[in-house]
């Protein structure tokens, strides 16, 4: 079966720390732009991170300096480390793959645009709270 899963999110107090994972079965990933996604309660979809053999690592500007992604070829899985974690990080977070650039997928608009991903995962939830 080809398909993401997420796995790592969880509960975690402000300026703790989590690892997300997102493993791929049934494709090489590093043929893909993979993206991280969240929604959080009452917002819009936006674009987190994204990574790719091509464009190497990218983020957005509220994660930046924070939150790390990286890839395992030979576990064919991407990573987001993420520090020093805000309320405001509390979100589902999605991974997808992408047959684009990695600054495209960042910026894909919260209803997807013109873009369509080839793989979603099914999210995982992180929540940030004392």
């Known amino acids: 079966q080809l398909q993401l899963v997420e796995s790592g999110g969880g509960l975690v107090q402000p300026g703790g720390s989590l690892r997300l994972s997102c493993a791929a079965s049934?494709?090489?990933?590093?043929?893909?732009?993979i993206g991280w996604f969240r929604q959080a309660p009452g917002k819009e979809r936006e674009g987190v991170s994204c990574?790719?053999?091509?464009?190497?690592?990218i983020y957005a500007d509220s994660v930046k300096g924070r939150f790390t992604v990286s890839r395992d070829n030979a576990k064919n899985t991407v990573y987001l480390q993420m520090n020093s974690l805000k309320p405001e990080d509390t979100a589902i977070y999605y991974c997808?793959?992408?047959?684009?650039?990695?600054?495209?997928?960042?910026?894909?608009?919260?209803?997807?645009?013109?873009?369509?991903?080839?793989?979603w995962g099914q999210g995982t939830q992180v929540t940030v709270s004392s």
């Open positions: 990574i790719s053999s091509s464009d190497g690592s």
């Open positions: 049934g494709f090489t990933l590093d043929y893909y732009a």
């Open positions: 997808a793959a992408y047959r684009l650039r990695c600054i495209v997928v960042i910026t894909i608009p919260p209803d997807g645009g013109l873009y369509q991903a080839d793989y």
